[in-house]
C-alpha cells in the first residue's frame, strides 16, 4: 500500500501566485487533515473532513481553501500565497467510524513550501 | 480547549543514556493519547499510545503512561542509540481532533 501520498515534496511559490498541494491516500479512511509545521509550533490544523463532501476548518483556515470531491483526495489550495504561508505541509488520514475511535493517523512526507 | 505542552527541546545525549521527554496535557472528557515520532525528512510515524488512564504504551524500548492525575504522558527509554535522533511529538485526541505538543529534537552522540 502507498499510504497517504503528497505531492509536490518542494515548492518556491512567489507572493500573490496560486497553487494546490495534493494528498490521496488508499486506506478508504474517512477522516483526512492538513496540518502545517512550524518551528517551536508543533503541528497546527488547517482543515480536515470526515468523509466525501464534508469539510471543517482547523486552528488555522485562513488563507486556504480545502474540498473533498472523493473519499481518496483531499487537496489543499492556496488562492493568493503570502511569505507567512511558508512551512511545511503535512497531509494525515485515519479511519474515523464509531468503534474505531482509537485508530492512529497516517502521514505524508511533506511538502516544504517557500513563499517568496 | 484541548492543549499538549512538552519540555523544551533540544535534547542532546550521549548513547545508551537514559532518556525522558515530559508531555502535559489539557483536555475535557478522556482523551487518547499518542506519540509520535519524525525522523530527518519524513513525516511523523505513530511510536505509540494509550487509551486509557494507567495503560502504559511501549514500542522499540520507549514507553510512556497515561497518568490521568498528574494529566502526564512522558516519554522514556533506558537506554537511546544513535538512530533515535529525531524530532518527538506527544499528541492527544479528544472526539475527531489531533492536537500537538510543540516537539523535541532529540540528538544522540556516539
Not at chain 1, 488555522?60 to 512551512?87: C, H, I, K
Not at chain 2, 525528512?41 to 490521568?68: I, V
Amino acid at each position: 500500500n502507498a499510504g497517504v501520498t503528497q505531492t509536490p515534496k518542494f515548492q518556491v511559490l512567489k507572493t500573490g501566485q496560486s497553487m494546490t498541494l495534493q494528498c490521496a491516500q488508499d486506506m478508504n479512511h474517512e477522516y483526512m487533515s492538513w496540518y502545517r509545521q512550524d518551528p517551536g509550533m508543533g503541528l497546527r490544523l488547517i482543515h480536515y473532513s470526515v468523509g466525501a463532501g464534508i469539510t471543517d476548518q482547523g486552528e488555522v483556515p485562513n488563507g486556504y481553501n480545502v474540498s473533498r470531491s472523493t473519499t481518496e483526495d483531499f487537496p489543499l489550495r492556496l488562492l493568493s500565497a503570502a511569505p507567512s504561508q511558508t512551512s511545511v505541509y503535512f497531509c494525515a488520514s485515519r479511519h474515523d467510524q464509531k468503534g474505531l475511535q482509537r485508530t492512529e493517523a497516517f502521514f505524508g512526507q511533506g511538502t516544504r513550501l517557500t513563499v517568496v | 480547549g484541548d492543549s499538549v505542552t512538552q519540555m523544551e527541546g533540544p535534547v542532546t545525549l550521549s548513547e545508551e543514556a537514559f532518556l525522558t521527554i515530559n508531555c502535559t496535557y489539557t483536555a475535557t472528557g478522556y482523551p487518547s493519547l499518542f506519540w509520535y515520532v519524525q525522523y530527518p525528512g519524513e513525516g511523523l510515524q505513530l511510536l505509540l499510545k494509550a487509551t486509557k488512564a494507567d495503560d502504559k504504551g511501549s514500542n522499540k524500548g520507549f514507553e510512556a503512561t497515561y497518568r490521568k492525575e498528574t494529566t502526564s504522558f512522558h516519554l522514556e527509554k533506558g537506554s537511546v542509540q544513535v538512530s533515535d535522533s529525531a524530532v518527538y511529538f506527544c499528541a492527544l485526541r479528544s472526539g475527531s481532533r489531533l492536537t500537538f505538543g510543540e516537539g523535541t529534537q532529540l540528538t544522540v552522540n556516539p
